[in-house]
C-alpha cells in the first residue's frame, strides 16, 4: 500500500516489551513502512523502524503531534508496542479497507470493534459509530487519515496519555470528525473488546503494568516463552 505507515507510541519503560512487540510485528508487518514514537531512541528496537524521538516533559499532544508531522505519509496505522500481533495480517482486506476510507469522508476506520457495540452499517463489515457514542476514540489499531488525527488532537490537547480516551470521544464530536469500524463476527473478549480478522492481535496485553494473561493467556503464553521473556517480573494482571 501506497501513503499509508504503520505508527506506534511507546516510551522506554516497555522496553522489556520490544522484543516480543517487535519480533511479532517484523514477523507479519516485515513489508510495511514503520514509525516509532518514543522519548528516547532505544538501542532495543531494529533498524528499520524510523524513530521519532519526543521531549518527555512536553504535555501529551505536543508529543504526539510533534512526531505525526514528521512522517510523510498522508494516512497511518495506529498501534502501542502492547498490541502484539499473533497471527497472519489479511493484507489484501487491509488494502481493501484502506481504499473504502480513501474514497469516504471518514477521519478513521477502527480495525477491531471495540467500546461501540452498535452503529448503522454503511458497508459490508463497516459500521459508523455514532456522534453521540462514548467510544468515538479509542486507542486501538486503526487507520486514520493523518491530518485530521493532528487536527482532533490540536483541538482538544490532551495533557496526559490517559487524557485520550477520556475526553476523546467528545472531543471527536464536536469537532465533527466521522469514525468507522470494521467487524465480522469474530470471538468477543472480556466486555468491550472483540478480535480483529484483519490485524491479529491482542488488543491489551498489558495491562495496570501487568501481563494481560486472563484475557489473551493462550497467545501470550507461548510468545513470552519464545522471547525469554519472564512475565513474573512484571506480574499477571
Same mark, same amino acid.
Given at each position: 500500500?501506497?501513503?499509508?505507515?504503520?505508527?506506534?507510541?511507546?516510551?522506554?519503560?516497555?522496553?522489556?516489551?520490544?522484543?516480543?512487540?517487535?519480533?511479532?510485528?517484523?514477523?507479519?508487518?516485515?513489508?510495511?513502512?514503520?514509525?516509532?514514537?518514543?522519548? +528516547? #531512541?532505544?538501542? *532495543? &528496537? $531494529?533498524?528499520?523502524?524510523?524513530? =521519532?524521538?519526543?521531549?518527555?516533559?512536553?504535555?501529551?499532544? !505536543?508529543?504526539?503531534?510533534?512526531?505525526?508531522?514528521?512522517?510523510?505519509?498522508?494516512?497511518?496505522?495506529?498501534?502501542?508496542?502492547?498490541?502484539?500481533?499473533?497471527?497472519?495480517?489479511?493484507?489484501?482486506?487491509?488494502?481493501?479497507?484502506?481504499?473504502?476510507?480513501?474514497?469516504?469522508?471518514?477521519?478513521?476506520?477502527?480495525?477491531?470493534?471495540?467500546?461501540?457495540?452498535?452503529?448503522?452499517?454503511?458497508? +459490508? #463489515?463497516?459500521? *459508523? &459509530? $455514532?456522534?453521540?457514542?462514548?467510544? =468515538?476514540?479509542?486507542?486501538?489499531?486503526?487507520?486514520?487519515? !493523518?491530518?485530521?488525527?493532528?487536527?482532533?488532537?490540536?483541538?482538544?490537547?490532551?495533557?496526559?496519555?490517559?487524557?485520550?480516551?477520556?475526553?476523546?470521544?467528545?472531543?471527536?464530536?464536536?469537532?465533527?470528525?466521522?469514525?468507522?469500524?470494521?467487524?465480522?463476527?469474530?470471538?468477543?473478549?472480556?466486555?468491550?473488546?472483540?478480535?480483529?480478522?484483519?490485524?491479529?492481535?491482542?488488543?491489551?496485553?498489558?495491562?495496570?503494568?501487568?501481563?494481560?494473561?486472563?484475557?489473551?493467556?493462550?497467545? =501470550?503464553?507461548?510468545?513470552?516463552?519464545?522471547?525469554?521473556?519472564?512475565?513474573?517480573?512484571?506480574?499477571?494482571?
Amino acid at each position: 500500500m501506497n501513503d499509508i505507515a504503520f505508527v506506534t507510541w511507546t516510551n522506554t519503560e516497555c522496553e522489556d516489551v520490544f522484543p516480543l512487540y517487535f519480533g511479532q510485528f517484523d514477523k507479519y508487518c516485515n513489508d510495511y513502512k514503520s514509525y516509532v514514537i518514543i522519548n +528516547e #531512541n532505544s538501542s *532495543e &528496537i $531494529p533498524e528499520r523502524h524510523q524513530q =521519532l524521538v519526543n521531549a518527555e516533559d512536553d504535555p501529551f499532544y !505536543k508529543r504526539f503531534i510533534g512526531c505525526l508531522e514528521q512522517i510523510e505519509e498522508k494516512y497511518v496505522i495506529y498501534m502501542q508496542e502492547d498490541h502484539i500481533l499473533y497471527d497472519e495480517l489479511q493484507k489484501d482486506k487491509l488494502s481493501e479497507l484502506f481504499e473504502y476510507m480513501k474514497d469516504s469522508d471518514y477521519s478513521c476506520l477502527r480495525l477491531i470493534k471495540s467500546g461501540e457495540m452498535g452503529g448503522e452499517q454503511v458497508a +459490508e #463489515n463497516i459500521f *459508523e &459509530i $455514532p456522534a453521540t457514542s462514548g467510544f =468515538l476514540l479509542s486507542q486501538q489499531t486503526a487507520i486514520w487519515l !493523518k491530518e485530521d488525527l493532528i487536527k482532533l488532537f490540536n483541538y482538544f490537547k490532551p495533557i496526559t496519555f490517559r487524557d485520550v480516551e477520556q475526553y476523546g470521544s467528545f472531543a471527536f464530536s464536536s469537532s465533527r470528525l466521522k469514525c468507522c469500524y470494521y467487524y465480522n463476527n469474530e470471538e468477543k473478549r472480556g466486555n468491550l473488546h472483540f478480535d480483529s480478522s484483519v490485524v491479529p492481535y491482542v488488543a491489551t496485553a498489558i495491562n495496570k503494568r501487568k501481563w494481560n494473561l486472563s484475557e489473551y493467556r493462550n497467545e =501470550l503464553l507461548p510468545l513470552l516463552e519464545k522471547y525469554g521473556i519472564d512475565y513474573t517480573q512484571r506480574g499477571e494482571c
